[in-house]
């Protein structure tokens, strides 16, 4: 037995510098929850570089689940 799951979602291409510009764009709409992922840099890769998803999951009004 086969289920087809029908559930609705749109693709949006942004151009910019990532963070803040998912940021913007979530805080403008409305959305239940972001679903971003993360790829697992070490602990002195994320200190020096930050990540993108942690930046994201602070700064947007709207759960966030990451993925690793």
């Known amino acids: ?5 029908k559930t609705k979602y749109t693709v949006n291409i942004l151009r910019g510098d990532t963070g803040p510009e998912i940021v913007a764009f979530v805080n403008t709409h409305h959305y239940d929850c972001i679903v971003i ?3 697992g840099l070490n602990q002195f890769q994320s200190l020096v570089l930050g990540s993108v998803s942690h930046k994201i999951a602070k700064r947007v009004n709207c ?5 690793k």
């Open 1 to 5: 037995m086969f289920f087809i799951n």
């Open 37 to 39: 992922g993360s790829r």
């Open 63 to 67: 759960p966030v689940l990451i993925i």
